[in-house]
T-cell receptor, first 113, second 114 residues
């Protein structure tokens, strides 16, 4: 399996509910990033969490990182229909290849109005 | 401040034709990265370029694919003699420096090979 795998693959919730997505990775990392991709569009950078951080907030987003379990979670609170998108975690390559981002297959989030 | 620009947004080619995808990085960014996204997949790194230099092309197929980032003008990803398996979304990203933690992505070019 690949570095950076999200689960679930798909998640459907009602507006106002919280959405939690998880990401697992294999190798040591300096940071982990979450991106959003609306259908047929490019990627938008949401948040970056460094390896020495355990939790980070940005608006309605909360990201956690557990380096001992090599996993991260993205929580979107009070979801809105506009949050409907695919969400990807990405990890940088090691050493001198830190520019080489590795993405998982993503979680498709559908928020129903 | 305009973001990363890519054109065309959609490109249809018949098997055997050439595809040219263009990417203009954000102003002030001299590092460009190309990624490919196959249907239902995450993005896969293809190539990393700086002005007039290919830094890392380890993710790019050895045949038919080439990339350049000239001193003047956009970065070009060129696919010769396209096949159906080349159908994908191709994304360009840029950063102001090599070790930048965040890459800024363009809207992508969706290539369909008939």
């Amino acid at each position: 399996s690949q570095q950076g795998e999200e689960d679930p693959q798909a998640l459907s919730i009602q507006e106002g509910e919280n959405a939690t997505m998880n990401c697992s990775y294999k190798t040591s990392i300096n940071n982990l990033q979450w991106y959003r991709q609306n259908s047929g569009r490019g990627l938008v950078h949401l948040i970056l969490i460094r390896s020495n951080e355990r939790e980070k907030h940005s608006g309605r987003l909360r990201v956690t990182l557990d380096t001992s379990k090599k996993s991260s979670s993205l929580l979107i609170t009070a979801s809105r229909a506009a949050d409907t998108a695919s969400y990807f975690c990405a990890t940088p390559g090691s050493g001198g290849s830190n520019y080489k981002l590795t993405f998982g297959k993503g979680t498709l989030l559908t928020v129903n109005p | 401040n305009a973001g990363v620009m890519q054109n065309p947004r959609h490109l249809v080619r018949r098997r055997g034709q050439e595809a040219r995808l263009r990417c203009s990085p954000m102003k002030g960014h001299s590092h460009v990265y190309w990624y490919r996204q196959l249907p239902e997949e995450g993005l896969k790194f293809m190539v990393y370029l700086q002005k007039e230099n290919i830094i890392d092309e380890s993710g790019m197929p050895k045949e038919r694919f080439s990339a350049e980032f000239p001193k003047e003008g956009p970065s070009i990803l060129r696919i010769q003699q396209v096949v159906r398996g080349d159908s994908a979304a191709y994304f360009c990203a840029s950063s102001p420096e090599r070790a930048a933690e965040t890459q800024y992505f363009g809207p992508g070019t969706r290539l369909l090979v008939l």
